[in-house]
């Protein structure tokens, strides 16, 4: 049985972690070496996030304690500490970016013979690439094994537009840059759509649905999801296939990161899907205080989708 993240307690957490951690609880290095009670103040924190020192035993603990949440926040912010790695490994690097991340609340086992024969099969079909991509017209070095797990990358050298990462314990994460801000967007004063929120979030849900009967997770299995969006400070949230005129801006980001977490199950996420997406992104919505935040909303944003073409073939629209 493998413990998640493959951590024990008073291991030591890395420096990405510990200023990813410090950075969400809103603390300065400062306030973070009182809020622990360590000697040495800003010092001491500087060279935990930089790798100079280690942070360990107690103070490790304590840190988890107060900002982290337990195992599985652990989990999800080393998983996106992995993904930040690949994503900034060019110097002219995305900072706008929408992603999610999927962490189970128990250990996952699965098989090396099940783990390795994944992919393609695992992948969406409905995707050409994306989520995850399979290398189908594409070059065939943009997937393969790494010694943590799968990893995806788009392109396959330079500054990624794509990253996803399956790891063996049973975390998935996936990043994109954010579409809104290309070129071809036919969106040109900032707006974030919520659409592609909740296409990302559907994505996540199928693509489970796909992966759990294949390395045997279990209908009980308590499943944490995470939606995240980077780089979008005062952008208001939008369905992108309205008439502008009808988009309504009742707030705006106030931070330039956002993000909402929820629990599932793989029960839930087998039976109900889509239900389990809309509350992913609702919760997101929330944040904002948009007009995204009832489901009946987004249902009515994914019926536009479908009639202006952005099709999600795996969603009964009879049924919404």
Not at 71 to 88: I, K
Not at 192 to 198: A, K, N, R
Not at 241 to 256: A, T
Not at 290 to 317: C, M, P, Q, W
Request: charged content about 25%; overall charge negative; some cysteine.
């Amino acid at each position: 049985m493998v413990e998640l993240g493959g951590r024990k307690p008073g291991d030591p957490i890395s420096g990405p972690v510990v200023r990813e951690f410090r950075e969400r609880g809103g603390l300065t290095q400062d306030e973070l070496a009182q809020r622990l009670g360590v000697r040495g103040g800003k010092a001491v924190i500087s060279g935990w996030e930089t790798g100079r020192t280690a942070c360990e035993g107690p103070a490790a603990e304590f840190l988890l304690h107060l900002l982290g949440g337990g195992d599985a926040s652990l989990a999800m912010a080393t998983l996106n500490a992995d993904l930040e790695a690949v994503w900034n490994r060019a110097s002219d690097r995305i900072t706008s970016w929408r992603q999610v991340l999927v962490v189970p609340r128990a250990p996952v086992t699965v098989a090396p013979t099940t783990f390795v024969k994944l992919f393609p099969g695992a992948a969406l079909p409905e995707r050409r690439h994306g989520f995850p991509f399979t290398g189908v017209d594409l070059h065939g070095n943009v997937v393969g094994l790494t010694q943590s797990g799968w990893l995806g990358s788009i392109p396959a050298d330079g500054q990624p537009s794509y990253v996803w990462m399956l790891k063996r314990d049973g975390r998935f994460g996936y990043r994109e840059f954010l579409s809104e801000d290309s070129r071809r967007s036919s969106m040109g004063s900032g707006e974030i759509d919520v659409g592609t929120q909740l296409r990302l979030a559907l994505e996540t849900t199928h693509f489970l649905r796909r992966l759990a009967p294949m390395i045997g997770l279990g209908a009980d299995l308590r499943i944490n999801l995470q939606l995240d969006l980077e780089g979008v400070r005062a952008r208001p949230l939008i369905d992108a296939h309205d008439d502008p005129g009808q988009w309504r801006f009742f707030n705006r980001w106030s931070e330039d990161h956002a993000n909402a977490t929820i629990e599932t199950s793989v029960g839930e996420i087998d039976s109900s899907p889509v239900d389990v997406g809309l509350r992913l992104v609702s919760e997101m919505a929330a944040q904002i205080g948009s007009n995204f935040t009832d489901h009946e909303s987004l249902k009515r944003v994914l019926v536009n989708g479908k009639l202006a073409g952005s099709l999600l073939s795996f969603i009964d629209y009879a049924k919404l």
